[in-house]
C-alpha cells in the first residue's frame, strides 16, 4: 500500500491563528463537534495530525478495496473521535504542487468547471469569503482561506445536501514541502438555505500532498461526512457506495490534474 511516513503536526503559525480571527470576525463559527483533534472554540491552531485519530487513519488496520498497480488505494475505516465513518483514497501523481494547489483553491470559474468533471453529485458552489490576494498556487499558501458554499445531490428521495466550510491550507512539517488543505465545516446565523439539508465536514476532513523522489505528488484525500442522516444509516447503507464512488472520483481527479499539468508546460 502507499504510505506517507514521517508526517508531524504543522507548525502553529501566526497565520492559522489569523485564518481563526477572520473566520469570527466574518460571524462564522466552527461547527462541528469538539474532540482530540480540533477545539472548535480554538479553531486552526488546535488541529493536531499526531494525534491518534489521525495515525490511525494511516495505520493498515482499515482495508482497502482492490486495486492495480497505479490506481488509487481507498480505504475507509473509523478514527477513534468520531462514530461516522471516514473515508480515503491515495494515489501518486504525475503533477506539480502548484497544480495541486490550483486544484484545492481554483478561480470561480475553474471551480464550478472542475467539479462538474469529477463529483457526480455536484450541483453548485459559491466562494461566500476570501483572505488573500493573488494566485495561492504561487505564493504561501497559508495566506489563503476560502469560506465556501457547497450543493450536493443525494439519491431519491434525499434532498439535496448544502454546506457551508472552510478551506484552509498548512504547511506540513517533516514532508519536504508537503501542503495540507483542510475542509472545516462553519456556520453562520441566517446563512443556511432551509430548502436543504445540512451536511458537515467534521475532522478530520482534508488533502494532503506530499513531493514524492520521483517528482511526482503523493495525494491523500479523506473525509469524515455528517450529511444530516442517522449514523446507522450513513455507516451502515451508505458507506459501501460511498466508498467504491471514491474510486471514481480519484480516478478523475489524477486525470484532471495530470491534463493540467500537461496543458502549462506545453
Known amino acids: 500500500l502507499l504510505v506517507i511516513e514521517n508526517i508531524h503536526t504543522p507548525v502553529i503559525s501566526h497565520m492559522a491563528q489569523s485564518t481563526d480571527a477572520w473566520v469570527r470576525s466574518l460571524g462564522y463559527e466552527y461547527d462541528v463537534p469538539k474532540s482530540t483533534d480540533f477545539d472548535p ?89 476570501e483572505k488573500g490576494d493573488g494566485d495561492p498556487s504561487n505564493q504561501d499558501p497559508e495566506s489563503f482561506a476560502r469560506i465556501m458554499r457547497w450543493v450536493f445531490s443525494m439519491p431519491s428521495p434525499f434532498k439535496n445536501r448544502e454546506m457551508l466550510y472552510l478551506v484552509a491550507a498548512s504547511r506540513m512539517g517533516g514532508t519536504a514541502g508537503g501542503v495540507i488543505v483542510n475542509y472545516i465545516s462553519v456556520k453562520k446565523k441566517g446563512q443556511r438555505d432551509k430548502k436543504l439539508v445540512l451536511a458537515r465536514n467534521l475532522v478530520p476532513s482534508f488533502d494532503l500532498a506530499v513531493p514524492q523522489p520521483d517528482g511526482t505528488i503523493r495525494i491523500l484525500h479523506r473525509l469524515t461526512t455528517d450529511i444530516g442522516v442517522s449514523q446507522w444509516v450513513w455507516n ?19 486525470s484532471f490534474l495530470e491534463e493540467g499539468a500537461d496543458g502549462a508546460k506545453a
Request: charged letters at 20%; zero cysteines; aromatic letters at 10%.
Open 41 to 129: 472554540a480554538i479553531g486552526l491552531a488546535s488541529l493536531d495530525l499526531a494525534s491518534p485519530t489521525f495515525q490511525e487513519s494511516l495505520s493498515d488496520s482499515w482495508t482497502a478495496l482492490p486495486s492495480e498497480a497505479g490506481q488509487a488505494v481507498v480505504k475507509s475505516g473509523f478514527v477513534p473521535s468520531q462514530s461516522l465513518f471516514t473515508a480515503d483514497w491515495m494515489v501518486d501523481v504525475k503533477a506539480s504542487m502548484a497544480d495541486f494547489m490550483r486544484f484545492a483553491m481554483p478561480s470561480p470559474d475553474e471551480m464550478t468547471a472542475n467539479a462538474a468533471q469529477w463529483d457526480s453529485t455536484f450541483v453548485e458552489a459559491e466562494i461566500l469569503a
Open 236 to 254: 451502515k447503507v451508505f458507506r459501501s457506495p460511498a466508498v467504491e464512488n471514491y474510486k471514481k472520483e480519484a480516478a478523475h481527479v489524477v
